[in-house]
């Protein structure tokens, strides 16, 4: 049990009503909670716990509750707790069971908050530089394509200017769609307007991701490029 004390991370133990026989004082010093606040099953199941995309971990799927419910151990899971004050905590979570009614599940939980924000910010920072990227090509397919609107944009606002050549950019990949591709043209339109459209971009299409960034940042209705998309589709149709 001295050992348990001086551990740097989180140790506790609960039995099979799930009531909290031992935790350690890193844990309390994790969970920020007082060690009669950790020990109730109804304080601890106040807070929101999260999924590290963000959205809600029901308690039934926490890893304590699995290693018991599934008699299995449940390793390295990322769980956010909301705490009263809106706060947020990271931990890593191994929960396994053991054979006995008092003893049913031990649980380590580290504290990864620091190696959590750190990855969202590296995230943020390669987002940025891939939507910069992406207007750099739009801006780079205007000047190419359209000598006379590149110039003329180029009188508005930086962010404006950008938008307006991610418009150009959409309009150009619409239209070459189906000026170039001939019989295979619709079925290229289509698969060009779910991604123009969608409202999660895939990976590698700059054109798109800048398009739904400006139509995001300036508020365009989506049916303005719906229907775009149909008018010029109709030299396509039957």
Excluded: M
């Excluded at 999260?50 to 971990?57: A, E, F, K, N, V």
Aim: charged share 25%; net charge negative; with cysteine.
């Amino acid at each position: 049990r001295a050992l348990f004390e001086l551990l740097p991370v989180g140790l506790s133990i609960l039995d099979v009503q799930r009531t909290l026989h031992y935790q350690n004082p890193a844990l309390v010093r994790i969970l920020d909670l007082a060690p009669e606040a950790v020990r109730r099953e109804s304080r601890r199941q106040q807070r929101t716990y999260l999924r590290p995309d963000g959205s809600p971990l029901p308690l039934e799927e926490l890893p304590s509750v699995r290693a018991s419910r599934e008699g299995r151990i449940i390793r390295d899971v990322e769980v956010g707790v909301v705490k009263e004050d809106g706060t947020q905590t990271w931990v890593n979570v191994t929960a396994a069971p053991l054979p006995f009614d008092d003893w049913n599940v031990l649980i380590v939980t580290a504290d990864i908050t620091e190696q959590v924000l750190a990855r969202r910010r590296i995230e943020e920072l390669a987002a940025e530089e891939e939507l910069a990227a992406a207007y750099a090509h739009c801006n780079e397919l205007t000047a190419q394509h359209s000598r006379s609107f590149h110039l003329a944009s180029a009188l508005l606002p930086a962010g404006k200017r950008e938008a307006a050549r991610a418009l150009y950019a959409f309009c150009r990949i619409s239209d070459d769609t189906v000026d170039e591709l001939g019989d295979e043209a619709p079925a290229h339109l289509e698969s060009w307007r779910a991604r123009a459209l969608a409202s999660t971009v895939p990976a590698g299409d700059p054109v798109a991701l800048a398009w739904a960034d400006a139509r995001t940042r300036y508020q365009i209705p989506g049916q303005y490029a719906e229907l775009s998309l149909i008018h010029i589709s109709e030299p396509t149709r039957p």
